[in-house]
């Protein structure tokens, strides 16, 4: 049952999951880096109320694909499992949000221009 409801073989322990986050979080930020929190960035966005009860949406991995040389777009992912889907929705919420472009799958065009696309010079981004 468990599986079916949660994709989990056992009951899910939201505290636990929230403790791992919030050290993932503090991680992020001893790094030197950032976060933004999706209730912030998508928290208006009607599918986001899934994210405060399925336990699937704590980490998200796979709902989406950003390639370096197309930073400005994104792949959304075919997830199998319907109980993962709205995290594909709440993903591309979200880099929408943060200005890129989804791509679909499947056009010979998308293809051609995400393969003839030239990476950024690396140069561009060094310090002088």
């Known amino acids: 049952m468990l599986t079916e409801k949660f994709l ?5 322990d939201f505290e636990g999951f929230a ?3 919030r050290a993932f ?14 209730a912030e960035l998508v928290g208006d966005v009607p599918c986001f109320a899934a994210a405060r009860t399925d336990p699937n949406l704590m980490f998200t991995r796979d709902a989406a694909i950003t390639l370096p040389w197309a930073p400005d777009v994104y ?4 997830i199998a499992k319907p109980l993962r889907r709205p995290e594909v929705a709440i993903t591309s919420a979200a880099l ?9 799958w ?12 030239r ?9 002088p």
């Open 8 to 12: 989990f073989r056992e009951h899910p």
């Open 19 to 21: 403790a791992q986050h």
């Open 25 to 38: 979080t503090e991680a992020i930020y001893a790094a030197g880096a950032t976060c933004q929190p999706l």
């Open 75 to 78: 792949l959304s992912a075919r």
């Open 96 to 104: 929408e949000r943060l200005g890129l472009t989804r791509v679909e």
């Open 106 to 117: 499947g056009r010979a065009g998308d293809r051609r221009a995400l393969r003839n696309r």
């Open 119 to 127: 990476p950024p010079r690396i140069d561009q981004h060094l310090a």
